[in-house]
């Protein structure tokens, strides 16, 4: 039976011995802890066992892939998970050291119908996970989430027999082989890779060097005490590395990959970054003439270019807004048999018959150079500005406690949607619509919109808000939004604004 954390305190008997698990750590569609103070190797046996109930709960058949990112304690909390899967009667196949989209792609490879992948992601050292699904290739989403939180707090874990082990080399080459296949650049690109010191410095150079990609290296080598920074494709620190190192080599662009692989940030030729939701309109531009007709999933953060840009318009392009969450954005592009999905975080979600609907970064990086193949006079830079210009803020979090965030968050879309159905101007100009699939994002009349969503991780809300017109404009609809926030006396300070 799990224990609460108040029962199991780390350097006591009891922690050797008895399941520790902290609840908040079954988030909405991954799990995340601190180890070894939020869960320790006992719990992580638990969470095997219940992870192994949940597929024979389900009819799963009771096959599993499980991987590992590189940190010092990754094996260790593995292989505490294999031992309860095992001990819930299935069949793991390991794959040993993996990019989490590696381990998606190896529910193909090997026709598994599991994955559990041990990985804190872009997380600092200190945390660890499991990112898991049964229907690839989707991940567990809230509902999942939910229910396996209750088989292993609950204790509902059930021992089955003929549970085995089995080591599966060769898939890290396969996956490899799956991203590249036989392309080779036809124009020269020299890119900086950069890798943190993480996962991906196995990956990403051995990738390029099969385009015929030249390469300047950065943090390269493997080191999971991540020496220079951590690995994390949105924060400042690594992407003004990655803008610092194009400036000094003259590379053409930087891509840069977080600590399990499944995100990507890119910096053109002038040291800018480029979010990636604008790197998601620079993509669907060129998928949409060669695919016309195209739906693109974008989530309710992004920018609205996937629904005003007039390139995308030309070739028949439909834009979806949906919820946040790699979980929820793998759902949607299957569901709607979109051709690709794009979050603001930078998570892509490439499609057949691109790719196989998960977020991989290294599948990114190669339609990225693929993209720069077809358009051989045409630098990263001049694919930026070839956009039609919009000032938008960056993501703002106002406090909001983890208990009332989702209660004060539905009282601010029913006043937000109050206005657009009482015909209230907003920042001087007419509501289109309110989409309140995550939150409520207002669009206005002329494309530019204001967002304000709960945070799945973090005691927040989260805004952001962007305006096709101006700088004015934009912070007028922040103005308008915050207006609306401050009804809500819970809610705190930001931790940035405009």
């Known amino acids: 039976m799990t224990k609460p954390l108040s029962e199991v305190t780390p350097n006591s008997w009891s922690f050797l011995r008895d399941a520790m698990i902290r609840p908040t750590g079954f988030r909405e569609y991954d799990a995340r802890w601190k180890y070894p103070e939020e869960i320790n190797l006992p719990g992580m046996t638990a969470l095997g066992l219940g992870l192994g109930t949940q597929m024979h709960r389900r009819g799963i058949a009771p096959v599993i892939a499980v991987g590992n990112d590189y940190r010092d304690y990754s094996l260790a909390i593995k292989n505490a998970l294999i031992l309860g899967l095992m001990q819930a009667g299935i069949q793991v196949k390991d794959i040993g050291p993996a990019l989490s989209p590696m381990a998606y792609f190896a529910q193909f490879h090997l026709d598994v119908p599991a994955v559990a992948m041990v990985t804190a992601s872009h997380n600092p050292n200190g945390w660890t996970g499991v990112k898991m699904g049964f229907d690839r290739p989707l991940t567990h989403g809230p509902d999942e989430m939910a229910e396996l ?25 396969a996956y490899i082989d799956d991203l590249v296949g036989d392309f080779r650049m036809s124009r020269p690109l020299k890119v900086v890779c950069a890798t943190g010191n993480g996962t991906a410095s196995a990956f990403a150079p051995e990738i390029f060097a099969r385009m015929g990609v030249e390469i300047v290296p950065s943090h390269n080598e493997l080191d999971y005490t991540f020496p220079n920074y951590n690995p994390n494709p949105e924060a400042m620190e690594m992407l003004h590395d990655m803008a610092d190192t194009v400036k000094a080599s003259g590379a053409d662009f930087a891509l840069g990959f977080d600590g399990d692989g499944d995100r990507c940030g890119v910096v053109d030729d002038e040291g800018e970054e480029i979010f990636a939701d604008k790197v998601g309109v620079i993509m669907a531009r060129d998928l949409s003439k060669l695919y016309p007709g195209s739906t693109f999933v974008a989530d309710v953060k992004s920018t609205g270019l996937f629904a005003a840009d007039p390139e995308l318009r030309k070739h028949g392009a439909k834009a979806d807004y949906w919820k946040t969450g790699h979980s929820h954005m793998k759902r949607r592009v299957k569901e709607i048999g979109a051709l690709a999905g794009f979050e603001k975080s930078g998570h892509y979600f490439l499609a057949e018959p691109i790719g196989r609907g998960y977020d991989c970064g290294m599948r990114v990086a190669v339609e990225i150079c693929k993209l720069m193949d077809r358009n051989p006079d045409m630098s990263m830079s001049d694919l930026r500005k070839a956009l039609p210009r ?39 100009r007419a509501i289109k619509e309110v989409v309140t699939v995550n939150g409520a994002r207002v669009i206005l009349d002329n494309g530019s919109w204001g967002l304000v ?46």
Request: charged share 25%.
């Open 453 to 498: 969503r709960a945070s799945s991780n973090t005691p927040n809300l989260v805004v952001v808000c962007e305006s096709s017109e101006s700088e004015a404009e934009m912070r007028a609809i922040f103005a308008e939004i915050d207006a609306v926030i401050r009804t809500e006396p819970a809610v705190g300070d930001y931790d940035q604004t405009i």
């Open 390 to 428: 919009t000032w938008s803020t960056p993501t703002m979090s106002p406090y909001a406690a983890d208990t009332e965030k989702y209660a004060i968050l539905e009282r601010l879309v029913e006043k937000l949607v109050a206005k657009h159905a009482a015909g209230d101007s907003f920042a001087g």
């Open 149 to 173: 939180r209750d088989i292993v707090l609950n204790g509902e874990g059930v021992a089955r027999p003929d549970g085995s082990y089995e080591f599966v080399d060769g898939v890290k080459e």
